[in-house]
């Protein structure tokens, strides 16, 4: 069993940053792979970015060159760091965590609100 636990979420101006946490606990040493995915009102959750175990990320088109995704092993927590926020981003973020059993595993999410 693996738990997640997100923060950073908020209100933030078009053009600002935010940073989000998300942290592993129970097995995490099972996982292979962090992401995030987030999900808007009326549409599908979509994938936003993600990393490996050994370090190799995968990024939505939308947010390349804007968003990054890192990892710190040691403290099982990965963390998106968004810049160049636009309206569109809003959304709820969710931190995802796939083990080696490919065992699929969702925080709570966390809101995200880019408005003037």
């Known amino acids: 069993q693996v738990q997640l636990v997100e923060s950073g979420g908020g209100l933030v101006q078009p053009g600002g940053s935010l940073r989000l946490s998300c942290s592993a606990s129970?097995?995490?040493?099972?996982?292979?792979?962090m992401g995030w995915y987030r999900q808007a009102p009326g549409n599908q959750r979509e994938l936003v970015a993600s990393?490996?175990?050994?370090?190799?990320?995968n990024y939505a088109d939308s947010v390349k060159g804007r968003f990054t995704i890192s990892r710190d092993n040691a403290k099982n927590t990965v963390y998106l760091q968004m810049n160049s926020l636009k309206p569109e981003d809003t959304a709820v973020y969710h931190c995802?965590?796939?083990?080696?059993?490919?065992?699929?595993?969702w925080g709570q999410g966390t809101q995200v609100t880019v408005s003037s």
């Open positions: 129970g097995s995490p040493f099972n996982i292979y792979r």
């Open positions: 990393i490996t175990s050994g370090g190799s990320t």
């Open positions: 995802n965590a796939i083990t080696l059993a490919r065992v699929n595993y």
